[in-house]
């Protein structure tokens, strides 16, 4: 077991409850400005500390569409969750495999196999399952804006995953992740400074402790230690690490903001469990 990859989830997990506290009082523009800055200077630190250069030699263009899926990313699934919970927001979140498949076919011409075909059909159903709280017989669930702008934000984290191949192949990954949310950073801040000026940072302190810790920990110290983790791990192993990701954000979110645990969450999250197992699962090699 790696006490890095678990540090990283147990992170990733909680964020979405900061994120929902954090939009009680800021906007998802000025909630990203922020956590872009902490990220920034924090993952700054971090290569100071591991002595790795600044230095960055990969393909340019990708760095910058990749700063641009980056904020696309966080400000969908920011207004997304607006209208979501955030028990709902983890475990549709975990559906992100199979749209990086799906667009991987499309982009890189990569082949699409049988089990991603029913790994969509299982995962479609865990999220009808999900937004309808099983009430299929109403359709008021298609209505549902912010859990269909989460299931959106899948599409731009594979958008973002699918650019960002051409940049983590020759550059660390801590150092191409500092370069894209230190340049999506120089795009964002000033805007939001300018639109909405710093006086939008005066909120309690549960709001400046959940912005610190999207900023610090998640968006830092979270990719810190998923670089570390993957380091000392095979990467085939990786993967179950985030399934356990949004447990700790149903039991947190139950917690902390008294989000309720239902029947249909926990059937839901199943099927989408089964769905990422399926499309992930790597085919039995047959020996002759």
């Known amino acids: 077991m790696s006490i890095f990859l678990l540090i990283a989830v147990l992170l990733w997990g909680f964020s979405y409850i900061a994120i929902k506290v954090s939009l009680s009082y800021l906007t998802p523009v000025e909630m990203i400005a922020a956590r872009l800055i902490l990220g920034s200077a924090t993952l700054f630190i971090v290569l100071k500390i591991k002595r790795l250069p600044l230095g960055f030699n990969g393909n340019k263009k990708y760095l910058i569409i990749s700063s641009f899926f980056i904020f696309l990313h966080f400000w969908v699934m920011a207004t997304g969750m607006i209208s979501t919970t955030a028990t709902n927001t983890a475990w549709i979140l975990t559906t992100a495999p199979i749209f990086i498949s799906l667009l991987s076919f499309v982009v890189l011409k990569e082949p699409v196999f049988r089990r ?88 309690p302190a549960d709001g400046v402790i959940a912005l610190l810790f999207l900023g ?44 309720s645990i239902t029947i249909w969450i926990i059937l839901g999250a199943l099927f989408i469990i089964g769905a990422v197992y399926v499309a992930e699962r790597k085919p039995i090699q047959k020996n002759d």
């Open 116 to 203: 991603h075909i029913i790994g969509i059909i299982l995962a479609a159903a865990g999220v009808i399952i999900l937004v309808s709280k099983g009430d299929l017989t109403s359709l008021d669930w298609i209505s549902s804006t912010g859990d269909w702008l989460v299931l959106g934000s899948c599409v731009t984290w594979a958008l973002y995953t699918i650019s960002a191949r051409s940049v983590t192949k020759h550059v660390h990954p801590l150092i191409a992740t500092f370069w894209m949310i230190t340049i999506a950073g120089f795009i964002i801040v000033p805007y939001s400074l300018t639109v909405n000026g710093i006086s939008a940072y005066s909120m």
């Open 216 to 259: 610090i920990g998640c968006l830092a110290i979270a990719f810190w230690c998923w670089s570390e983790g993957l380091a000392r791990k095979p990467a085939g192993e990786v993967g179950i690490y985030l399934y356990v990701e949004p447990l700790f954000t149903m039991i947190g979110a139950a917690i902390l903001i008294g989000e």
